[in-house]
């Protein structure tokens, strides 16, 4: 689905840019909090490391088995990008690993955290910057 996507869209997705994450509340209501997002391309999947106790991964957890409809968002003055999709918590060691070599790559190498996760976004609609 991404591979198709223009080279300033893969560089807007990989320059150091803070990022919004939105989850849906059990009541419905968006729940949006700043996060640092990355993407891999050639799987159209976004991670976003987390602790296990914060309400975005308890609203992606809540959602059950099948994953939680979420949105990742960023903007640098007009040029803005949406990635909308399907979010599930991965726990385990290799899962958290990638996600923090992949954070690292695109902002700093993150405090250590034994409570670390990755709320996983399995990409299914992109919008603004194509």
Known sequence: MLAAKSADFVRFW?????????TLRRDGTPHVTPVGVTLDVASATARVISSRGSHKVRHVLAAGEDGALVAVCQFEGARWSTLEGRAV????AESVADAVR????????PRENPERVVIEIAI???LGLR
């Open 14 to 22: 990989t320059e150091r840019r803070v990022c919004t994450l939105t």
């Open 124 to 126: 299914t609609r992109v």
């Open 89 to 92: 918590v991965r726990q385990d």
């Open 102 to 109: 992949r954070y690292a790559e695109r902002y700093r190498v």
